[in-house]
């Protein structure tokens, strides 16, 4: 393995508090949601997601469908995002989620610039499990512990000795992590980049 960091985008969920559908193709600002997380991620390499593909081909990057049935949440898009990473010789890989477009844009970097072999985003104290590195050797570990059931990410990331990586809130106090999970969080996701654009960030 070398040492390049493959960034991996997270975005297989099944978008039920949105009522079905791909979260990251809303329409923020003119872009899909994703077109947003793939800029401020920086290294996107590929996107995890199930379904067609076709629906991604606009971002000329691989889709990376889960390896094991039955959705068992986004450890198996990590697995499916270390697979692929691990194929092509890459020994390192940082997830983002697909929902989140205001995550700070040097996440891929200060987390991987952590020598443990998971390092996960905090802010506040708050644990956010979805954006971190990862080191591909973890994987047949991982693969096993999805095949025993485990589900929860930061179960098995503390378990393989996770560092944690503190970020700051944004302005006003702003969640960077902010997510969009509902009808109501577009149109607040809507109104922080108005915000934002008119402080000119």
């Known amino acids: 393995m070398d040492g390049r960091i493959a960034g991996i985008v997270l975005a297989g969920g099944q978008s039920r508090r949105m009522g079905g559908g791909d979260k990251g193709l809303l329409d923020l600002g003119g872009q899909p949601l ?77 987390l991987a610039g952590v020598q443990a072999p998971v390092a996960m985003a905090t802010c506040e104290g708050q644990d956010h499990p979805a954006f971190a590195a990862w080191d591909v050797a973890l994987r047949e570990d991982l693969r096993a512990a999805l095949a025993s059931g485990t589900r929860r990410m930061r179960d098995w990331m503390d378990a393989q000795g996770a560092a944690r990586v503190e970020f700051a809130a944004g302005p006003e106090g702003a969640d960077p992590f902010f997510n969009v999970n509902a009808p109501a969080d577009l149109e607040t996701a809507r109104a922080m980049l108005a915000s934002a654009a008119g402080r000119g960030a």
Do not use: E, K
Request: proline share 9%.
């Open 34 to 110: 994703i077109a947003h997380v793939i800029a401020r991620l920086g290294c996107a390499r590929a996107i995890s997601a199930n379904g067609d593909p076709a629906r991604y081909a606009g971002f000329a990057l691989p889709v990376l469908p889960d390896s094991i049935a039955g959705w068992p949440g986004p450890l198996a898009g990590v697995l499916a995002g270390m697979d692929w990473a691990a194929a092509q010789g890459i020994g390192r890989i940082v997830t983002a989620a697909a929902d989140t477009p205001f995550f700070p844009r040097d996440l891929a970097a200060r």
